[in-house]
């Protein structure tokens, strides 16, 4: 493992408020699936609300990958609350956004995914730094999740981890212009300007960006 946060892993309920536990995977799906919470082996776990920055960065990470995918149509974009199951054994996360490519679409059921997104992003907020550079990090890694990309507007960055053959994670290189490149979505990037304002690309601008994207090489 490498090019990894220097956050650490060993405490898998840090910063996390309990609400209920003992609950097998289907009472939570039943009882708690419409709240912001999320499944860790029988623990439930509440998140606090996110606020402005996040959903702004939210909103347009999600127009803007609608957008590239109405184009391409590889797979299909979903918002946090979908969680993915991996069994009894392993915490069922809650991306903020996840992207199911269509071959791996067998895998979506009415309401968890049945295994791993092939994208994941989350954007860290101040009660998730921990839980989203340390634990999803290594929990991602192991998973097999193919790319997690990590946002974190608290301290400017934004990474995009791609899993190796040998099962690691390795961040992505930003190009001189500043663009890190999803190998998930070929030809789809971000560039750190779009992240931190509180007015990123729209209209027009982020047509002529999406028509950049999906162009032929």
């Known amino acids: 493992m490498v090019d990894q946060p220097l956050i650490e892993q060993d405490e898998r309920l840090i910063d996390e408020t309990i609400i209920a536990e003992d609950i097998d995977f289907a009472t939570y799906l039943e009882r708690f699936g419409e709240f912001r919470t999320e499944w860790i082996q029988g623990t439930i776990i509440k ?81 998730s730094t921990r839980r989203d550079r340390g634990i999803k990090f290594a929990e991602y ?47 789809l990037y971000i560039h750190p300007d779009w992240l931190w304002t509180e007015n990123p690309p729209q209209g027009e601008t982020l047509t002529t960006l999406v028509d950049k994207m999906v162009q032929p090489d």
Do not use: W
């Open 47 to 127: 998140h606090m609300a996110n606020n402005l920055q996040h959903q702004i960065i939210l909103t347009f990470l999600t127009t803007l990958i609608n957008f590239y995918l109405g184009f391409k149509q590889v797979g299909r974009l979903l918002v946090a609350g979908y969680a993915m199951y991996r069994g009894d054994d392993h915490a069922a996360r809650e991306p903020d956004l996840l992207v199911i490519l269509d071959e791996n679409s067998d895998k979506m059921k009415s309401n968890h995914l049945d295994g791993v997104a092939d994208l994941a992003i989350e954007i860290v907020s101040p009660e």
């Open 141 to 187: 890694e192991s998973a097999g999740v193919k790319e997690y990309c990590l946002i974190d507007p608290i301290r400017s960055e934004a990474f995009i981890y791609v899993l190796d053959n040998a099962g690691n994670y390795h961040a992505q290189k930003a190009n001189d212009a500043g663009e890190t490149a999803s190998s998930v979505l070929p030809g």
